[in-house]
């Protein structure tokens, strides 16, 4: 079992949808979570920490629910320039700098 | 501000020879990673420095695969020989304990 699982997608929606991933995480003792961005043929890029009372960033919220070992990602009001890779990712244990990183879901935004 | 400087940024070679990748870490930052992104694999962690130190190599693949940081600014990856499988992008970041990490823009090698 991967540590850190995403749906792939692609998740192909309107401009102005409410779009949310999900993904799982196997290491209980994970501490600190992140959703990354990664744009085509560019690098990863933090887009928010994930804190345990959720948090929001204007138009995206984040999730993290310990007890079924999941984080999620909301996103309202999509933007084409949101087309990109979100990167779900987890840190192993606490006092490491170790990110483990999943696979990606991919989003495509449409006219 | 300076972000991660790596270099190249494309590296195209014959199977069988040597690569070296270069990082330039954040000034500040204390840990420095390697990564490796294929279509197939995703971001795999090579191998993380702190303070200069290697703390965990378990992701290298091989001996045919090396890494050094020789002081706080410099970081090295090496590839010999280099194998056509070895292509992928390869990123180097930076970080402070317990902060995000930073990406640098990547080494696109090609192995032919």
């Known amino acids: 079992r991967k540590e850190v699982e995403q749906d792939p997608g692609p998740f192909n929606v309107p401009e102005g949808a409410t779009v949310a991933f999900n993904c799982t995480y196997s290491?209980?003792?994970?501490?600190?979570f992140f959703w990354y961005r990664q744009d085509c043929r560019k690098e990863p890029k933090l887009l928010m920490s994930?804190?345990?009372s959720g948090n929001e960033d204007g138009r995206f919220t984040a999730q993290l629910n310990r007890a079924s070992q999941y984080i999620s990602l909301l996103i309202r009001d999509s933007k084409l320039s949101d087309s990109a890779t979100y990167l779900c990712?987890?840190?192993?244990?606490?006092?490491?700098?170790?990110?483990?990183f999943g696979t990606g879901t991919r989003l495509q935004v449409f006219p | 501000d300076a972000g991660v400087i790596q270099s190249p940024r494309h590296e195209v070679t014959e199977m069988g020879q040597e690569v070296t990748l270069r990082c330039k870490p954040i000034?500040?930052?204390?840990?420095l990673f390697w990564y490796r992104q294929t279509m197939m694999r995703g971001l795999e962690l090579l191998i993380y420095?702190?303070?200069?130190?290697?703390?965990?190599d378990s992701g290298m693949p091989e001996d045919r695969f090396s890494a050094k940081m020789p002081n706080a600014s410099f970081s090295t990856l090496k590839i010999q020989p280099s194998e056509p499988r070895d292509s992928a992008v390869y990123f180097c970041?930076?970080?402070?304990?317990?902060?995000?990490?930073?990406f640098g823009d990547g080494t696109r090698l090609s192995i032919l």
């Open positions: 970041a930076s970080s402070s304990l317990n902060q995000p990490q930073h």
């Open positions: 290491n209980s003792a994970s501490q600190s």
């Open positions: 994930v804190y345990s």
């Open positions: 990712v987890v840190t192993p244990s606490y006092n490491t700098d170790k990110l483990i």
């Open positions: 000034s500040g930052h204390n840990s």
């Open positions: 420095f702190n303070n200069n130190v290697p703390i965990d």
